[in-house]
């Protein structure tokens, strides 16, 4: 195991003494910070004149400039600059960045992220309580401080509409929250239709929670469902998408985590949330910022920090946009006594910042693991030993044989049912179109814009289901695309304009056992191999970027309307109007299976 990890910390029980003996100068400390300016998240206010003694990764003091005389601490100058406390993000799923916990943390670091809370339900989908688990080891290795919150809503919606890999039961997650300590909290719990109207299962969910004393994430849509979902024990929730539901959850007694996605990413709800704030005079006592969903390329382009500063951008003064980011996550999950904060006693987890809030270096646990946005080489050590998936999850895609990738020409007249895929992406348009005899696809495709979608089932549960749809919009004129990616229960997902192509993406998915791809002429011109769970790469994060943004390349040289990412969510059948799944085109909020074509 990394020497540098969560737990390489003692716990403050086992310190008290000695951080007293060290804030009463009656003992060395090992570090002291000096030369700072002190981002307090405690005052939101920026104090002038600082240094911060630190021992055995904890912060023994804050203290004047100048309050150390010298002895045997190692020195650091931070020359003028900001001294914060590590950003703690709420909410984020690690799966979505295609890396393993121990690649996530690099990037976060970077970022002056140090605390993550987590809701596995992608690995969970795949791979039931034992993705959960090999995801939680991944993350006790990691060096980087990650909480559960335990997934909460697999599969995302029933057998009758979908099949996935996990089935995670009241009694498993109760067992989930009883056996491994960081499972802080239940993750999303995303059917939030079903729990407003009392549905047994996902209420015997939530007891197996709040008989804990855990507190329960959310995801809803719509003021409707507020009061409902606030009454069944929601606490939080990431999904406040403008600023009267925020207004709405805030008074509900629901913490706001306002989501900053990149901004070519249709998740972006921040600027509007956050009016609640701004425009409606609402306190951000209770408002964190969160990242939620980012690709390995994205996660070092737009990580927590740059949300954090978006949160300025849009009204917050920097030192309540900061505690946004560290404390309110924190306290959220009780924890502010431990992280999120400089005061005494708490870890040393703290970041260097420039002006305008942009980390220049960052402590994990009192240990320097970047230094002038570079990694140093006790970070670059751990993350050169990360932890080694059990082989069952480099084994997930389990394909028939002699698939039939596309749907047979009509020969009458029929009007289809087709998805329509427009910007921002995540509420897809249910279109018909009708559809007159014609000799071969290239004519419908051309009249209407369209292209072939099909959905594989691929956890080896089913006598190899497949689905047929029409994408309306895509924008794809050659080749296909192809993920195994295809949220929540992560079946295939493959568009293309021809069945050659398109079997030429399958296998290259199932050769690796997951990814993402692109085929332009029978070959595979760009690819993301994600053989664990067919989620998540083996490498480190900046290969993976690398690998991201080539794909990128190829999909918008493509003309492909919407980003893979969005790609990724055309199966996910809780979100309207129309989704496609392995048992078919599902009619969302009906929840019913729709044929692809009816007679006129």
């Not at 045997?72 to 709420?90: H, R």
């Not at 999904?239 to 709405?248: F, H, K, Q, S, T």
Request: proline share 5%; aromatic share 6%; with cysteine.
């Amino acid at each position: 195991m990394s020497t540098l990890t969560r737990f390489s910390v003692q716990p403050l029980s086992t310190m008290t003494r000695r951080l007293a003996d060290i804030a009463s100068a009656r003992r060395e400390p090992d570090l002291v910070i000096q030369g700072a300016r002190v981002l307090s998240s405690y005052s939101e206010r920026f104090l002038e004149g600082r240094e911060v003694w630190i021992s055995g990764g904890r912060i023994a003091a804050v203290k004047p400039a100048g309050s150390y005389r010298g002895g045997s601490a190692k020195l650091y100058d931070a020359k003028g600059g900001i001294i914060a406390p590590g950003l703690v993000d709420p909410h984020i799923h690690i799966e979505s960045s295609m890396v393993t916990a121990c690649a996530y943390a690099e990037a976060a670091l970077l970022n002056g992220t140090t605390t993550i809370f987590c809701d596995s339900h992608e690995i969970g989908n795949v791979m039931d309580v034992a993705g959960v688990e090999a995801m939680l080891e991944d993350a006790r290795q990691a060096p980087l401080s990650i909480f559960l919150t335990v997934p909460s809503t697999v599969p995302a919606t029933t057998p009758d509409l979908e099949t996935a890999g996990g089935d995670l039961t009241p009694d498993k997650i109760a067992a989930l929250f009883d056996k491994w300590p960081e499972a802080v909290a239940l993750g999303e719990k995303m059917d939030f239709v079903p729990v407003a109207m009392g549905d047994e299962r996902s209420h015997a969910i939530l007891a197996a929670a709040l008989e804990r004393g855990r507190p329960v994430s959310g995801h809803v849509y719509g003021r409707e469902f507020v009061a409902a979902y606030a009454a069944s024990g929601v606490t939080d929730t990431h999904e406040a998408i403008d600023r009267d539901i925020a207004d709405d959850l805030l008074e509900a007694g629901v913490w706001i985590f306002l989501r900053g996605g990149p901004p070519t990413t249709p998740w972006h709800s921040l600027p509007q949330a956050i009016k609640t704030i701004t425009e409606l005079g609402a306190s951000h006592k209770r408002v964190a910022v969160c990242t939620d969903d980012r690709d390995a390329e994205d996660l070092l382009a737009f990580g927590l920090d740059w949300v954090t500063r978006e949160a300025v951008k849009y009204g917050m003064r920097q030192e309540e946009a900061w505690a946004m980011g560290s404390l309110h996550g924190a306290t959220r999950f009780g924890m502010e006594g431990e992280i999120g904060g400089l005061g005494g006693g708490r870890r040393a987890d703290l970041v260097l910042l420039n002006d305008d809030l942009t980390p220049v270096s960052t402590w994990y646990g009192g240990e320097l693991v970047v230094d002038g946005k570079k990694i140093t080489p006790i970070l670059d050590e751990a993350l050169s030993k990360p932890y080694r998936y059990p082989d069952t999850a480099y084994h997930t895609v389990k394909l028939p044989k002699n698939l039939k990738l596309t749907p047979d020409l009509p020969t009458e007249t029929v009007v289809a049912h087709t998805i329509k895929t427009e910007l921002p992406g995540i509420t897809l348009g249910h279109v018909t179109v009708t559809l007159e005899p014609a000799n071969d696809w290239q004519a419908h495709f051309d009249k209407h814009d369209l292209c072939f979608v099909t959905v594989v089932e691929r956890h080896g549960k089913s006598a190899g289901n497949i689905a047929h749809g029409l994408l309306n919009g895509f924008g794809l004129r050659q080749g296909a695309v192809a993920s195994s990616v295809g949220h929540d229960s992560h079946n295939i997902i493959v568009a293309g304009t021809n069945a050659a192509d398109m079997q030429v993406a399958l296998d290259a998915i199932e050769e690796k056992q997951g990814g993402v791809c692109f085929v332009m002429d029978g070959k595979v011109t760009a690819m993301v191999p994600l053989p664990i769970a067919g989620l998540l790469s083996d490498k480190r994060v900046h290969q993976v970027a690398d690998e991201v943004k080539a794909l990128k390349l190829e999909w918008e040289k493509a003309g492909c309307t919407i980003a893979y990412m969005g790609f990724n969510l055309i199966p996910l059948s809780v979100i309207p109007e129309i989704r496609i799944t392995d048992k078919g085109l599902v009619l969302v909020p009906q929840m019913v299976i729709s044929p692809l074509f009816e007679k006129t």
